[in-house]
């Protein structure tokens, strides 16, 4: 478990078994290599492969698919973290100026 956040995720899906071994094997090495990145199974034999910007994935997704030689399809990035309002407060503030006062301002 690493102590990155993840923002964005994205499926990748093996077109045959033996490139579903290979894609695994790819991406061990890769996360290991970075360790912003991740690697968790998703459904329908898809790895769900998460990190910290798109860039990030995208450049994962060409090694793996260049320099591994895997061959799988890219699904869509989805965004797994943001930040959001929760809970409304009722604040109430005056503004109080303060103004010169008229000894001082006189010549």
Do not use: N
């Amino acid at each position: 478990m690493s102590d990155y956040v993840h923002v964005i995720s994205v499926p990748l899906k093996p077109r045959d078994a033996q490139a579903a071994i290979a894609l695994r094997a790819a991406l061990d090495t890769l996360c290991a290599a970075d360790p912003k990145l991740a690697a968790e199974a998703g459904s329908d034999d898809a790895v769900i492969l998460k990190g910290q910007t798109e860039d990030q994935l995208e450049i994962a997704v060409y090694r793996a698919k260049r320099a591994f030689k895997v061959d799988f399809d890219v699904g869509a990035p989805q965004v797994g973290y943001c930040e959001s309002i929760t809970k409304t407060i009722e604040w109430e503030y005056t503004y109080k100026s303060t103004l010169a006062q008229r000894s001082s301002m006189q010549g």
